[in-house]
């Protein structure tokens, strides 16, 4: 069920001999993301809500909320069809396995015993009843109104009925372990071998795994988004990673970081990747994916669900970083993550972006003709995509106001006073984003900044 008390153990290995080949592993690990994604979604505290549906979660209607289960409950289907035809006897001897492995000894609970010729027969009623459940949610999908206590009855159905199943329950329970590169291992393996602690050890290569799980999600939560017919069932893998960092956050707070002095290096670390968790999954639970499942077109839908998923992908990048460089100064990152862009490299690029948004906003201001507002408009929307996201939280609301404001269906030069506003805006984030440590042998070269404190100049920044 998480992290809350304990960290979970992964009982499949990477190289078990009892897969008949990768594919069969990958079905198998989706096949859990969305079980547990779908037990998220289900609670109220993982779905992507603003304050105000929070506040008011009885009065909310959940039509479209079924909609999206019911998007994933057949993609299940599909999946364990897949999974079924990779082989009947090695899917038994895997499925023994893993009953074997969550079973926890002296728990009185044994294993179901299976033999190859029951194997097909038992997953063919899996298939059979993800089906049933895909064509009663169809229904109703199609309901004017389902409220709360509906809801929540039918996930406490779906979620029980699938739960008490021999084949499908041991994914609740067990936890499918990432498989993660070469490279990867080694680096870690180099951390975990620079522990002096034996107890600590365990729990930061745990704590590694979770983290890299989660990233795993967040490159399948884009990947499910791919289809423009099905793309809202990805809101359940967003689900399954807000309730996963909770824990995981729970997990760090509660049971690793008092094992450490609270002015250490390794507390004070700890303490950072925890805040991180908290605010970039309230970025994208709060603000990215608020009425995403109501909206209806699916270039916007695919948008919204792409930003989240950078977002998310970036705090495990970042976290597995931090995580690592808290405990050994020796890392490099890029063994970990070769797409990893460093901090530098990202303060760097914001800059740029944020130095071409001020270009844009000046030359309408020179010239407020139609022309240059759609330039201005087209460059707020790119920014929106990309460097938005390395910006603090507060600052993306305004962003999204003059986004909202310069795009509607006005004459030009009555946004010049919004246009002057703006850059004035942006001057100042530029100046405060100079501030950051990183920057300090990086002067800013792009335009004149005005009276104040010039960019990488002295000054703690908002940003660093």
């Given amino acids: 069920m998480g992290l809350q008390w304990s960290m979970p153990r992964f009982t499949v290995l990477e190289t078990s001999a009892l897969f008949s080949n990768r594919v069969k592993y990958d079905y198998l690990f989706e096949m859990e993301m969305w079980l547990k994604g779908l037990e998220r979604f289900f609670q109220i505290d993982c779905l992507p809500l603003s304050a105000f549906e929070r506040s008011h979660a009885s009065l909310?209607?959940?039509?479209?909320?079924?909609?999206?289960?019911?998007?994933?409950?057949?993609?299940?289907?599909?999946?364990?069809?897949?999974?079924?035809?990779?082989?009947?006897?090695?899917?038994?001897?895997?499925?023994?396995?893993?009953?074997?492995?969550?079973?926890?000894?002296?728990?009185?609970?044994?294993?179901?015993?299976?033999?190859?010729?029951?194997?097909?027969?038992?997953?063919?009623?899996?298939?059979?009843?993800?089906?049933?459940?895909?064509?009663?949610?169809?229904?109703?999908?199609?309901?004017?109104?389902?409220?709360?206590?509906?809801y929540l009855s039918l996930g406490r159905i779906v979620v029980g009925t699938l739960r008490q199943d021999p084949n499908l329950g041991v994914l609740f329970r067990g936890n499918l372990r990432p498989v993660l590169d070469k490279e990867s291992k080694q680096s870690l393996g180099r951390v975990l071998g620079s522990l002096p602690e034996p107890a600590h050890r365990g729990a930061l290569a745990a704590l590694f795994v979770a983290l890299f799980k989660g990233l795993r999600?967040?490159?399948?939560?884009?990947?499910?988004?791919?289809?423009?017919?099905?793309?809202?069932?990805?809101?359940?893998?967003?689900?399954?990673?807000?309730?996963?960092?909770?824990?995981?956050?729970?997990?760090?707070?509660?049971?690793?970081?008092?094992?450490?002095?609270?002015?250490?290096?390794?507390?004070?670390?700890?303490?950072?990747?925890?805040a991180a968790l908290d605010a970039e999954v309230r970025k994208v639970m709060d603000v990215e994916l608020v009425?995403?499942?109501?909206?209806?077109?699916?270039?916007?839908?695919?948008?919204?669900?792409?930003?989240?998923?950078?977002?998310?992908?970036?705090?495990?990048?970042?976290?597995?970083?931090?995580?690592?460089?808290?405990?050994?100064?020796?890392?490099?990152e890029r063994t970990l993550f070769p797409e990893y862009r460093t901090r530098l490299d990202q303060s760097l690029v914001l800059r740029d972006e944020m130095a071409q948004l001020v270009k844009a906003t000046h030359e309408f201001v020179k010239a407020p003709d139609k022309k240059a507002l759609r330039v201005l408009v087209a460059e707020l929307e790119s920014f929106r995509r990309s460097g938005m996201r390395h910006l603090m939280f507060k600052d993306w609301s305004l962003f999204e106001r003059f986004l909202a404001g310069f795009a509607r269906e006005r004459p030009p030069r009555s946004f010049l006073p919004a246009a002057h506003q703006f850059e004035g805006f942006l001057k100042t984030l530029v100046k405060e984003i100079g501030k950051r440590s990183v920057l300090a042998n990086h002067p800013f070269k792009g335009f004149r900044l005005e009276a104040g404190t010039p960019a990488g100049g002295p000054g703690a920044s908002r940003y660093n």
């Fill in 60 to 150: 909310k209607n959940y039509v479209e909320e079924v909609g999206a289960v019911r998007a994933g409950v057949a993609h299940m289907a599909m999946l364990a069809t897949q999974l079924l035809g990779e082989g009947k006897e090695g899917l038994a001897s895997f499925l023994l396995y893993l009953d074997s492995q969550v079973t926890r000894t002296g728990s009185g609970e044994m294993p179901a015993r299976r033999r190859g010729e029951n194997a097909e027969t038992e997953f063919a009623l899996v298939v059979e009843k993800l089906d049933d459940f895909a064509k009663i949610l169809d229904e109703l999908s199609r309901a004017p109104f389902v409220p709360l206590q509906t």
């Fill in 217 to 274: 999600y967040a490159e399948r939560a884009r990947t499910a988004a791919e289809s423009p017919a099905t793309r809202k069932r990805a809101l359940l893998i967003f689900s399954l990673l807000k309730g996963e960092s909770d824990s995981i956050a729970s997990f760090i707070s509660k049971r690793l970081a008092p094992r450490f002095p609270e002015v250490s290096v390794q507390a004070e670390g700890l303490r950072r990747i925890v």
């Fill in 291 to 332: 009425d995403v499942v109501l909206m209806k077109d699916p270039a916007l839908v695919l948008t919204r669900l792409e930003d989240a998923a950078a977002l998310l992908r970036d705090l495990h990048q970042q976290s597995v970083i931090s995580l690592a460089e808290t405990f050994s100064s020796g890392l490099d």
